[in-house]
Protein backbone atom coordinates (compact mmCIF):
# COMPACT_ATOMS: atom_id res chain seq x y z
CA UNK A 1 0.00 0.00 0.00
CA UNK A 2 2.59 1.91 0.92
CA UNK A 3 4.65 1.53 -2.12
CA UNK A 4 1.38 2.42 -4.40
CA UNK A 5 1.01 5.77 -2.53
CA UNK A 6 4.90 6.77 -3.54
CA UNK A 7 4.35 5.95 -6.98
CA UNK A 8 1.17 7.93 -6.69
CA UNK A 9 2.62 10.75 -5.17
CA UNK A 10 5.92 10.82 -7.56
CA UNK A 11 3.74 10.79 -10.58
CA UNK A 12 2.04 13.79 -9.17
CA UNK A 13 5.08 15.32 -8.52
CA UNK A 14 6.28 14.86 -11.93
CA UNK A 15 2.65 15.78 -13.44
CA UNK A 16 3.17 19.40 -11.12
CA UNK A 17 6.30 19.58 -12.65
CA UNK A 18 5.33 19.32 -16.18
CA UNK A 19 4.98 23.00 -17.79
CA UNK A 20 1.67 23.34 -18.87
CA UNK A 21 0.61 23.60 -22.66
CA UNK A 22 -0.01 26.93 -23.32
CA UNK A 23 -3.33 27.61 -25.37
CA UNK A 24 -3.73 29.54 -28.65
CA UNK A 25 -4.70 32.78 -26.78
CA UNK A 26 -1.49 32.52 -24.82
CA UNK A 27 0.97 31.93 -27.67
CA UNK A 28 -0.72 34.88 -29.65
CA UNK A 29 -0.09 37.15 -26.93
CA UNK A 30 3.47 36.06 -26.16
CA UNK A 31 3.49 37.27 -30.10
CA UNK A 32 2.27 40.67 -29.85
CA UNK A 33 4.33 40.89 -26.42
CA UNK A 34 7.34 40.45 -28.42
CA UNK A 35 7.00 42.44 -31.30
CA UNK A 36 4.57 45.46 -30.16
CA UNK A 37 7.62 47.42 -29.45
CA UNK A 38 9.14 46.74 -32.96
CA UNK A 39 5.70 47.85 -34.28
CA UNK A 40 5.97 50.74 -32.20
CA UNK A 41 9.36 51.74 -34.02
CA UNK A 42 7.77 51.58 -36.99
CA UNK A 43 4.81 53.49 -36.34
CA UNK A 44 7.04 55.98 -34.53
CA UNK A 45 8.93 55.94 -37.39
CA UNK A 46 6.48 56.77 -39.83
CA UNK A 47 5.71 60.24 -37.82
CA UNK A 48 9.72 60.94 -38.27
CA UNK A 49 9.71 60.30 -42.13
CA UNK A 50 6.66 62.71 -42.33
CA UNK A 51 8.24 65.47 -40.37
CA UNK A 52 5.46 65.94 -37.70
CA UNK A 53 7.17 65.19 -34.76
CA UNK A 54 10.67 65.83 -32.76
CA UNK A 55 11.60 62.40 -30.05
CA UNK A 56 11.21 63.89 -26.62
CA UNK A 57 14.91 63.66 -24.43
CA UNK A 58 15.42 60.45 -22.97
CA UNK A 59 15.43 61.60 -19.29
CA UNK A 60 11.30 61.36 -19.07
CA UNK A 61 10.44 58.36 -16.63
CA UNK A 62 7.43 57.60 -18.64
CA UNK A 63 5.88 59.35 -21.66
CA UNK A 64 2.96 59.02 -24.20
CA UNK A 65 4.55 59.41 -28.06
CA UNK A 66 3.51 61.76 -28.83
CA UNK A 67 2.28 63.80 -26.61
CA UNK A 68 1.04 67.46 -27.20
CA UNK A 69 1.99 68.22 -23.27
CA UNK A 70 5.27 67.61 -23.88
CA UNK A 71 6.92 70.76 -24.63
CA UNK A 72 10.21 69.22 -26.38
CA UNK A 73 7.62 67.62 -29.09
CA UNK A 74 7.54 70.56 -32.01
CA UNK A 75 5.58 70.50 -35.34
CA UNK A 76 8.13 70.99 -38.17
CA UNK A 77 7.03 72.97 -40.90
CA UNK A 78 7.10 71.40 -44.36
CA UNK A 79 9.23 74.10 -46.13
CA UNK A 80 12.19 73.66 -42.89
CA UNK A 81 12.80 70.19 -44.33
CA UNK A 82 17.09 70.81 -43.86
CA UNK A 83 16.11 71.57 -40.14
CA UNK A 84 13.94 68.90 -39.66
CA UNK A 85 16.63 66.66 -41.20
CA UNK A 86 19.59 67.53 -38.93
CA UNK A 87 17.14 67.12 -35.59
CA UNK A 88 15.97 63.95 -36.76
CA UNK A 89 19.40 62.32 -37.38
CA UNK A 90 20.59 64.23 -33.85
CA UNK A 91 17.58 62.83 -31.73
CA UNK A 92 15.64 60.19 -33.31
CA UNK A 93 17.91 57.50 -31.42
CA UNK A 94 16.70 58.88 -27.94
CA UNK A 95 13.14 57.84 -28.45
CA UNK A 96 13.90 53.98 -30.14
CA UNK A 97 16.44 53.52 -26.55
CA UNK A 98 13.04 54.18 -24.80
CA UNK A 99 11.42 51.64 -26.48
CA UNK A 100 13.91 48.83 -25.32
CA UNK A 101 13.28 49.97 -21.82
CA UNK A 102 10.79 48.22 -19.32
CA UNK A 103 7.39 50.23 -19.81
CA UNK A 104 8.92 53.68 -20.91
CA UNK A 105 6.74 53.86 -23.16
CA UNK A 106 3.34 53.86 -23.66
CA UNK A 107 1.39 52.74 -26.42
CA UNK A 108 -2.44 52.18 -27.58
CA UNK A 109 -3.76 48.81 -28.73
CA UNK A 110 -7.61 48.62 -29.40
CA UNK A 111 -8.72 46.30 -26.85
CA UNK A 112 -10.55 43.65 -29.82
CA UNK A 113 -8.45 41.91 -32.39
CA UNK A 114 -9.80 41.68 -35.86
CA UNK A 115 -10.36 38.47 -38.28
CA UNK A 116 -7.52 37.40 -39.80
CA UNK A 117 -7.48 35.50 -43.18
CA UNK A 118 -4.49 34.17 -44.52
CA UNK A 119 -2.66 36.16 -47.55
CA UNK A 120 -2.66 34.00 -51.13
CA UNK A 121 1.06 34.57 -51.42
CA UNK A 122 2.31 33.52 -48.06
CA UNK A 123 3.26 30.30 -48.91
CA UNK A 124 3.52 29.06 -44.42
CA UNK A 125 1.25 26.69 -43.41
CA UNK A 126 -0.78 27.57 -40.17
CA UNK A 127 -2.47 25.95 -37.71
CA UNK A 128 -5.81 27.33 -38.70
CA UNK A 129 -5.85 29.52 -42.38
CA UNK A 130 -8.38 32.48 -40.45
CA UNK A 131 -9.20 33.35 -37.31
CA UNK A 132 -12.59 35.57 -36.11
CA UNK A 133 -12.58 38.61 -33.50
CA UNK A 134 -11.50 38.15 -29.80
CA UNK A 135 -10.97 40.52 -26.94
CA UNK A 136 -7.67 41.14 -24.71
CA UNK A 137 -7.14 42.05 -21.78
CA UNK A 138 -4.71 44.01 -20.37
CA UNK A 139 -2.61 40.66 -18.41
CA UNK A 140 -1.72 39.79 -21.69
CA UNK A 141 0.74 42.37 -22.21
CA UNK A 142 2.22 41.85 -18.69
CA UNK A 143 5.68 40.83 -19.96
CA UNK A 144 5.88 43.28 -23.03
CA UNK A 145 8.16 46.01 -23.09
CA UNK A 146 5.62 48.63 -23.98
CA UNK A 147 3.34 49.88 -21.30
CA UNK A 148 -0.29 48.96 -23.21
CA UNK A 149 -3.04 51.23 -23.32
CA UNK A 150 -6.25 49.17 -23.95
CA UNK A 151 -8.93 51.55 -25.74
CA UNK A 152 -12.35 50.49 -26.06
CA UNK A 153 -13.36 49.10 -29.81
CA UNK A 154 -16.57 50.94 -29.47
CA UNK A 155 -15.11 54.28 -28.65
CA UNK A 156 -12.43 54.44 -31.13
CA UNK A 157 -13.73 56.71 -33.70
CA UNK A 158 -15.75 59.34 -31.02
CA UNK A 159 -14.17 61.91 -28.88
CA UNK A 160 -11.14 61.75 -27.02
CA UNK A 161 -9.75 58.28 -28.97
CA UNK A 162 -10.30 60.10 -32.89
CA UNK A 163 -8.68 62.90 -31.86
CA UNK A 164 -5.46 62.20 -29.75
CA UNK A 165 -2.06 62.26 -30.59
CA UNK A 166 -1.23 59.06 -28.86
CA UNK A 167 -0.27 56.62 -31.06
CA UNK A 168 -2.61 53.78 -31.45
CA UNK A 169 -3.19 50.48 -33.72
CA UNK A 170 -5.71 47.95 -34.51
CA UNK A 171 -4.50 44.46 -34.63
CA UNK A 172 -5.63 41.30 -36.05
CA UNK A 173 -5.36 37.94 -34.90
CA UNK A 174 -2.17 35.97 -35.03
CA UNK A 175 -1.89 33.39 -37.82
CA UNK A 176 0.98 30.80 -35.75
CA UNK A 177 2.45 27.84 -37.70
CA UNK A 178 1.85 24.40 -36.34
CA UNK A 179 6.23 24.10 -34.79
CA UNK A 180 5.27 27.57 -33.26
CA UNK A 181 8.52 29.25 -35.74
CA UNK A 182 6.31 31.43 -37.61
CA UNK A 183 3.52 33.67 -37.35
CA UNK A 184 1.63 36.18 -39.35
CA UNK A 185 -0.52 39.24 -38.10
CA UNK A 186 -2.03 42.47 -40.02
CA UNK A 187 -2.14 46.14 -38.25
CA UNK A 188 -5.07 48.02 -39.76
CA UNK A 189 -4.37 51.92 -40.05
CA UNK A 190 -6.72 54.45 -41.71
CA UNK A 191 -4.06 55.46 -44.27
CA UNK A 192 -3.37 51.79 -45.26
CA UNK A 193 -3.28 48.10 -43.68
CA UNK A 194 0.57 46.83 -43.64
CA UNK A 195 1.01 42.99 -43.01
CA UNK A 196 3.52 41.44 -39.93
CA UNK A 197 5.65 38.11 -40.37
CA UNK A 198 7.38 36.93 -37.72
CA UNK A 199 9.74 34.56 -36.70
CA UNK A 200 11.12 32.62 -33.23
CA UNK A 201 14.44 33.21 -32.68
CA UNK A 202 15.70 30.52 -30.85
CA UNK A 203 19.12 32.11 -30.18
CA UNK A 204 16.69 35.24 -28.40
CA UNK A 205 13.87 33.32 -27.36
CA UNK A 206 11.69 35.52 -28.57
CA UNK A 207 9.42 36.62 -31.93
CA UNK A 208 11.06 38.90 -34.24
CA UNK A 209 10.02 40.78 -37.31
CA UNK A 210 11.02 39.00 -40.44
CA UNK A 211 9.70 41.55 -42.39
CA UNK A 212 6.68 44.15 -42.98
CA UNK A 213 4.55 44.46 -46.36
CA UNK A 214 1.98 47.34 -46.96
CA UNK A 215 -1.33 46.65 -49.05
Not at 177 to 185: L, Q
Request: include cysteine; proline fraction near 3%.
Amino acid sequence: MKKALSIVSIVLFLFSCTEKEKTYEELEAEVLCDVLPEIAKYEINSFLRLGIIIPPPPEIDSIIYPNKQIDSIKKVEYNDWEKYKKIRNEKSDSIFNLVEKFKRIEFGILDTLADVEKLKFDKNIYKFNNLDFRGVELNEFEKCNLKINLVNFKNTFEGEDRNSNNPLVFLTRVLIDEKDEKAFFSVLKMYGTYHVFCNFSQKENKWKIEKITKE
